[in-house]
């Protein structure tokens, strides 16, 4: 009997501190800042971060005439083992809401850990004139499920100062262009663990500002480098009540937590394409917070030579003062 008891609580000890998966309860409550576990979540902020801040840049390049554009970009961030994990001082080296089995209940969420990439869909429009370029990104998806929703609103601004220097370049680097642009991106997700009342809901908000240097060496591709610096922000709010697959009441959670992704410098490599007169597809890749790649596959640009005109006027014009100029000397 003593032997059998003595069993019993072997078994239990191992079981208690054993290695798993976070429960919805213990996931969701690091939200609350009270927990004192906000490093477990910030890896959210850091690649919705990474993710909005990505694919605003079709070209270096914005003409003196009128263009639209309008595509379908997918920004690809790769989920990295540095994000896995956080460090906390009292409790050292434990997993992210992306890591995986822990003691004590501080392991990762299952179904996270099993994902590699990470990306967001949105709809992005662009209209362009007098080398100034405004770019609208937006998207919406209604309560699906335990997805309670998610919505994007963004605009960004792009200006080229090429057409300062570009005639005074060598004809060899005549195709060279520099930009400015700034993008601000504001989102919100919606989730609740099945079963449970009341849901998180997840603000974030994110910049990126950036100069953008492209060469051109054919007609049809042109090749970028952007350097700049990006910021995201992640605000909780709501309230949860838990409960168990069962249906057991666990308890109430108030999700407070307010804090910022990891940001800081970006680069990016990327070639833009022009096939035809509309298709514009854009490929690269990111570095900065994290790595991850542009697969702006469904890009469509249309210039509508409105605007061009007078820029040719006033070549011609400079062109014919130049040659009256030339045969009045003695």
Same mark, same amino acid.
């Given at each position: ?167 005074? !370049? ?5 195709? &060279?262009?520099?930009? /400015?642009?700034? @993008?601000?991106? %504001? +989102? ?104 991850? !790649? ?5 890009? &469509?640009?249309?210039? /509508?030579?409105? @605007?061009?005109? %007078? +820029? ?19």
């Amino acid at each position: 009997m003593k032997k059998a008891f003595c069993i019993s609580i072997f078994c239990s000890a191992i079981s208690l501190f054993a290695a798993e998966w976070a429960s919805d309860y213990q996931s969701m409550s690091a939200f609350q800042k009270s927990n004192g576990r906000t490093g477990y979540v910030k890896p959210i902020a850091t690649y919705v971060g990474t993710v909005l801040n990505g694919n605003w840049i079709s070209s270096a390049s914005v003409s003196r005439g009128l263009s639209f554009e309008g595509g379908l970009p997918f920004q690809i961030a790769l989920i990295e083992s540095g994000d896995r994990n956080y460090h906390s001082s009292s409790l050292g080296n434990i997993p992210t809401i992306f890591g995986g089995k822990a003691e004590g209940g501080l392991g990762g969420n299952e179904d996270l850990h099993g994902l590699s990439i990470f990306t967001l869909p949105y709809l992005q429009i662009g209209a362009s004139f007098f080398y100034t370029r405004i770019a609208l990104r937006g998207m919406y998806f209604p309560s699906v499920s335990e997805l309670k929703g998610y919505n994007l609103l963004s605009f960004g601004i792009q200006h080229s100062f090429g057409h300062f220097f570009i005639e005074k !370049l060598p004809p060899a680097f005549q195709n &060279f262009d520099v930009s /400015l642009f700034f @993008g601000y991106n %504001s +989102a919100y997700i919606g989730y609740a663990p099945d079963k449970w009342k009341g849901q998180l809901d997840l603000d974030f908000g994110t910049t990126y500002t950036a100069v953008v240097f492209g060469y051109k060496p054919f007609k049809m591709m042109e090749v970028m480098l952007s350097l700049g610096y990006q910021t995201v922000s992640m605000e909780a709010g709501g309230s949860m009540d838990a409960y168990t697959k069962d249906g057991i009441y666990q308890g109430k959670i108030n999700p407070d937590v307010d804090l910022d992704g990891r940001g800081g410098f970006r680069m990016g490599i990327e070639l833009s394409f022009a096939f035809g007169d509309a298709y514009h597809p854009v490929v690269g890749y990111n570095v900065g917070a994290n790595h991850s !790649l542009n697969a702006n596959v469904l890009y &469509f640009k249309q210039d /509508l030579n409105i @605007g061009n005109s %007078s +820029a040719k006027k006033e070549l011609n014009a400079e062109e014919k003062t130049g040659e009256v100029a030339a045969e009045n000397k003695p």
